[in-house]
T-cell receptor, first 116, second 112 residues
Framework: GAVVSQHPSWVICKSGTSVKIECRSL??????MFWYRQFPKQSLMLMAT?????????EQGVEKDKFLINHASLTLSTLTVTSAHPEDSSFYIC????????????FGDGTRLSIL | AQSVTQLGSHVSVSEGALVLLRCNYS??????LFWYVQYPNQGLQLLLK??????LVKGINGFEAEFKKSETSFHLTKPSAHMSDAAEYFC??????????FGPGTSLSVIP
């Protein structure tokens, strides 16, 4: 149980393109989803917390207008990288948490974004 | 503020040897603690979690971790390493703001 699906797994696109990444909880309802960015050989950096039906909460230093997050349902959150540039190239990972207190986060398989 | 440290960015063990990955945390409240494993180009998979029940927690793939409050530690162990255990391991603590903070990670290599 507790499967999180992230799509696409790999994206290569030109600079200036906007890219949408989807994160779905397949067998549970996730009121909260999280978006992380991971640089090579480094740990995960939390970008934002996405709550169903409300605005996302962004971490300090993360551009809200660059990384648009929408959490329209209890099973889907999307991250859109707007007008992507090479410095946005990275590994993006989403996670979803069940409602119970202390429940762990379940992670998607990540999206490798490469901007040319 | 909560934080997580992992001693040793890289650990190498022989196949069949004991695996010990260290994690220390700081938390002003009783913590929720987790160990995750990450294989190349993949997301994170939960190995085990501590949520204030038993101090010795058993997880998947033969891993276990012991919560020691006096040492603020949550070290991960496995009696006998397997080649398939080679991966990146992250210790994490859930904060009072309901976020999870990850340690810097430990890369485990298993030598045949």
């Amino acid at each position: 149980g507790a499967v999180v699906s992230q799509h696409p797994s790999w994206v290569i696109c030109k600079s200036g393109t906007s890219v949408k990444i989807e994160c779905r909880s397949l067998d549970f309802q996730a009121t909260t989803m999280f978006w992380y960015r991971q640089f090579p050989k480094q740990s995960l950096m939390l970008m934002a917390t996405s709550n169903e039906g409300s605005k996302a909460t962004y971490e300090q230093g993360v551009e809200k207008d660059k990384f648009l997050i929408n959490h329209a349902s209890l099973t889907l959150s999307t991250l859109t990288v707007t007008s992507a540039h090479p410095e946005d190239s990275s590994f993006y990972i989403c996670s979803a948490r069940e409602r119970e207190n202390g429940a762990p986060q379940h992670f998607g398989d990540g999206t490798r974004l490469s901007i040319l | 503020a909560q934080s997580v440290t992992q001693l040793g960015s890289h650990v190498s063990v022989s196949e069949g040897a004991l695996v010990l990955l260290r994690c220390n945390y700081s938390s002003s409240v009783p913590p929720y603690l987790f160990w995750y494993v990450q294989y190349p180009n993949q997301g994170l998979q939960l190995l085990l979690k501590y949520t204030s029940a038993a101090t010795l927690v058993k997880g998947i793939n033969g891993f276990e971790a012991e919560f020691k409050k006096s040492e603020t530690s949550f070290h991960l162990t496995k009696p006998s390493a397997h080649m398939s255990d080679a991966a990146e391991y992250f210790c994490a603590v859930k904060t009072s703001y309901d976020k999870v903070i990850f340690g810097p990670g430990t890369s485990l290599s298993v030598i045949p």
